[in-house]
């Protein structure tokens, strides 16, 4: 396998944590990165948080200096959007022509920003999933007074936070009842809108978009569901993302819930491994199907494919994890759950230090945790042993040994 040529489609965190994790196990072949982005890789969680907010700069943003891949031997060739090939014959075929040859190929696509049809295109309804996103909306935030947010999830949370500490009045539209509903629940759900009302965010939810108002090619402000007109010069869409399936499907891999299908070592076909958003991948802890949209879990999905490919397939086992910051309040959640799952608390929620177990059928299945890192690690460690529990037990037993 050492001499053999690893070809990697997507410059995200699949792509390219599998590249170097490739080296640093010692793997000898080429190594290419196929990424259609026009910047080189970054870390994508600073986008809505420490760069917005200028922060830090982009040298802080790469995950590598641009000498590293040359180092490294890996070929990161940026601006290069692939649109086919075939798995038989092991190439690739290039937007505007061309075509490139692999032995093993790794697909880490991502995402992108979703636009629902009635919201309109103009210049200050922006998206964010790019540096270069991030970039304009860096600029637009300079000057403006309003920022509209139309979605209350991870993104658009932790955006409104960081446009809060940058001084700017903030208006959250939200068509669920409570933010992050369907994932976290509606207790929790209701936590988040309370901390960004009490930061100063105007939080409207079971809301939504009516009609939009402009002037001179720009929104200049909204007409709600709630009968309020409301003033707005910058609007960012957070609404999700759609995975970018249009390769997969152009190979033939086959394409289930919404992402690729994968087998437990995170392979949709012989030397071809698929990562990040769109995988869906029957993971062997959960023992079900999941596709995870967070940045950590496609980092981690890049070095199993990379270990796979030097030492072989075996079953991925590490748990989702990912994390979000948002003002003084820092989140961590393991797992994978789901909001209407049974959900047991632990600890002192008027505090903002919490834990919230999800369970089913009385096996943990995610854990959410507010300001409560230890408690998160151990929560992880009891989805991993796959026992039943009671709670009483998650509530105020020690959970070192529960989880042991």
Do not use: C
């Not at 922060?55 to 590293?68: C, G, N, R, T």
């Not at 834990?355 to 460690?381: I, Q």
């Amino acid at each position: 396998m050492s001499s053999k040529r690893v070809v990697i489609v997507g410059g995200g965190g699949t792509g390219d944590y599998a590249a170097f994790t490739l080296r640093k196990k010692g793997f000898e072949g080429e190594i290419a990165i196929l990424s259609a982005d026009r910047d080189r890789p970054y870390d994508r969680p600073y986008l809505s948080k420490e760069f917005l907010r200028g922060e830090i700069d982009a040298p802080k943003v790469f995950l590598h200096d641009e000498a590293d891949y040359g180092r490294e031997r890996v070929d990161l060739r940026l601006d290069q959007r692939v649109t086919g090939g075939s798995l038989r014959e092991g190439r690739l075929t290039l937007e505007g022509g061309g075509e490139v040859p692999f032995d093993v190929l790794v697909l880490g696509l991502g995402g992108t920003p979703r636009r629902l049809p009635d919201i309109p295109q103009a210049d200050n309804v922006l998206t964010l999933r790019s540096l270069r996103d991030s970039r304009q909306i860096r600029d637009a935030l300079g000057s403006a007074k309003r920022l509209l947010l139309i979605g209350a999830g991870f993104i658009g949370a932790e955006v409104a936070a960081s446009a809060r500490r940058l001084g700017r009045d903030v208006l959250i539209v939200e068509a669920l009842p409570v933010p992050l509903q369907r994932a976290l629940g509606r207790e929790v759900g209701e936590i988040y809108a309370d901390i960004h009302r009490a930061q100063g965010a105007d939080v409207r939810t079971g809301t939504t978009v009516g009609e939009w108002h402009f002037a001179g090619g720009r929104v200049t402000g909204v007409s709600l569901s709630d009968g309020t007109r409301e003033e707005a010069d910058l609007v960012l869409v957070a609404v999700g993302i759609e995975p970018n399936l249009d390769l997969p499907r152009a190979l033939g891999l086959p394409i289930e819930g919404g992402g690729v299908r994968v087998d437990e070592g995170l392979r949709a076909a012989p030397n071809v491994y698929v990562g990040g958003d769109v995988s869906l991948h029957p993971h062997p802890v959960l023992g079900r199907p999941i596709r995870v949209e967070h940045w950590e879990v496609a980092k981690n999905h890049g070095r199993g494919i990379a270990a796979a490919i030097v030492d072989g397939d075996q079953p991925y086992r590490k748990l989702p994890y990912f994390w979000s910051d948002q003002y003084d309040v820092n989140l961590e959640y393991r797992g994978q759950a789901s909001g209407d799952d049974e959900a047991v608390w632990r600890g002192d929620r008027a505090a903002r230090k919490f834990t919230v177990f999800y369970l089913r059928a009385g096996v943990v299945d995610g854990v959410l945790s507010m300001n409560d890192s230890r408690t998160n690690e151990l929560g992880g460690k009891l989805i991993e042993s796959r026992r039943r529990v009671d709670r009483a037990e998650l509530e105020s037993a020690e959970l070192a040994t529960l989880s042991s």
